[in-house]
T-cell receptor, first 111, second 115 residues
Framework: DAKTTQPTSMDCAEGRAANLPCNHSTISGNEYVYWYRQIHSQGPQYIIHGLKNNETNEMASLIITEDRKSSTLILPHATLRDTAVYYC????????????FGGGTRLMVKP | NAGVMQNPRHLVRRRGQEARLRCSPMKGHSHVYWYRQLPEEGLKFMVYLQKENIIDESGMPKERFSAEFPKEGPSILRIQQVVRGDSAAYFC?????????????FGQGTRLTVV
């Protein structure tokens, strides 16, 4: 699976949009971009995933660049409960659902 | 629809004992994945199972660790003769099938402490 690069940590003010970047410059054509988060040692929580089109659900939006070398997860109105480690993962569609977790971005939402 | 259920949530074992961790996947899910998270580290894939089959065990330590997912009942991760270095959070995830557009859902984990 392609490697991803994320900032180690970010801060965001409560109520503002949180934009979490991810670089995956070696992504291949059959690899999806997945985002999970882990809130203080709980089990990872699925957020969203996409292939090449932008995606939106009730939790977040995923913006993937046209060349697919990077993406941004957007939490439109961050709350204190969104404080977590966010993982950007690239998964080969043909390789099962095994996920390779990197270090992620530790998002701190501040009042 | 209950989520992925793991038990026990916390498990304490003395060095040399056996640890059995159970995972019941979401209803309708036939694929199970186990991950380990050492203190202050990221999650590492251990093993991928379907009913009665081990599909990928590339992340499993060569000794003392085994996993199964029988036709009936939960998936079991078994650690024999535990050592202090086995202390970690063990997470299970499940998915309905392996496809291009699927996601895996995680349980809340079992925290194993070896004393």
């Amino acid at each position: 699976d392609a490697k991803t690069t994320q900032p180690t940590s970010m801060d965001c003010a409560e109520g503002r949009a949180a934009n979490l970047p991810c670089n995956h410059s070696t992504i291949s054509g059959n690899e999806y971009v997945y985002w999970y988060r882990q809130i203080h040692s709980q089990g990872p929580q699925y957020i969203i995933h996409g292939l090449k089109n932008n995606e939106t659900n009730e939790m977040a939006s995923l913006i993937i660049t046209e060349d697919r070398k990077s993406s941004t997860l957007i939490l439109p109105h961050a709350t204190l409960r969104d404080t977590a480690v966010y993982y950007c993962i690239v998964r080969d569609a043909n390789a099962g659902n095994m996920l390779t977790f990197g270090g992620g971005t530790r998002l701190m939402v501040k009042p | 629809n209950a989520g992925v259920m793991q038990n026990p949530r916390h498990l304490v074992r003395r060095r040399g004992q056996e640890a059995r961790l159970r995972c019941s996947p979401m209803k309708g899910h036939s694929h199970v994945y186990w991950y380990r998270q050492l203190p202050e580290e990221g999650l590492k894939f251990m093993v991928y199972l379907q009913k009665e089959n081990i599909i990928d065990e590339s992340g499993m330590p060569k000794e003392r660790f085994s996993a199964e997912f029988p036709k009936e009942g939960p998936s079991i991760l078994r650690i024999q003769q535990v050592v202090r270095g086995d202390s970690a959070a063990y997470f299970c995830a499940s998915s309905p099938f392996t496809g291009k557009n699927t996601e895996a859902f995680f349980g809340q984990g079992t925290r194993l402490t070896v004393v």
